[in-house]
């Protein structure tokens, strides 16, 4: 089962997202905050991290920082999933390491799901260092 890394602060948006996903057969962690990415991150070895922008403790612009320099989390893509449409924020995203920018409100659940899947697909298995 592939495993996602959902970092979303808004309470209500965060069940939502994880209620979508174990419905596709996700295996879902949470977290409501960036520092806690990273740990949780280095302890559930997930395939996609999906990681909202706007967070208390860390954002997900400095969560990007510090996923990039991560021995074990660095080759994990991680998809921006944002209420911002601001282009800057998603060139800065890009720039970070993020692999995709989505703004929430521009984008379905059955589109949402396919990019997963097709980023999980193009990124491959796991390496064994996350087995």
Same mark, same amino acid.
């Given at each position: 089962?592939?495993?996602?890394?959902?970092?979303?602060?808004?309470?209500?948006?965060?069940?939502?997202?994880?209620?979508?996903?174990?419905?596709?057969?996700?295996?879902?962690? #949470?977290?409501?905050?960036?520092?806690?990415?990273?740990? %949780?991150? +280095? #302890?559930?070895?997930?395939?996609?991290?999906?990681?909202?922008?706007?967070?208390?403790?860390?954002?997900?612009?400095?969560?990007? =920082? @510090?996923?990039?320099?991560?021995?074990?989390?660095?080759?994990?893509?991680? @998809?921006?999933?944002?209420?911002?449409?601001?282009?800057?924020?998603? =060139?800065?995203?890009? +720039? +970070?390491? %993020?692999?995709?920018?989505?703004?929430?409100?521009? $984008?379905?659940?059955? %589109?949402? $799901?396919?990019?997963?899947?097709?980023?999980?697909?193009?990124?491959?298995?796991?390496?064994? %260092?996350?087995?």
């Amino acid at each position: 089962m592939s495993k996602v890394l959902l970092v979303e602060d808004d309470e209500e948006e965060s069940r939502l997202y994880q209620r979508l996903l174990t419905i596709e057969g996700f295996d879902v962690l #949470t977290v409501d905050n960036g520092a806690d990415c990273v740990e %949780a991150g +280095r #302890t559930f070895h997930p395939d996609l991290i999906l990681l909202d922008i706007m967070m208390p403790k860390m954002n997900g612009l400095d969560t990007l =920082d @510090v996923l990039h320099f991560d021995p074990d989390l660095k080759k994990v893509p991680v @998809v921006v999933l944002t209420n911002l449409s601001d282009q800057h924020y998603a =060139d800065e995203a890009i +720039r +970070r390491g %993020a692999v995709k920018f989505i703004t929430k409100s521009n $984008i379905e659940n059955p %589109a949402l $799901i396919q990019i997963i899947r097709d980023i999980m697909s193009a990124y491959g298995p796991k390496t064994p %260092a996350h087995v």
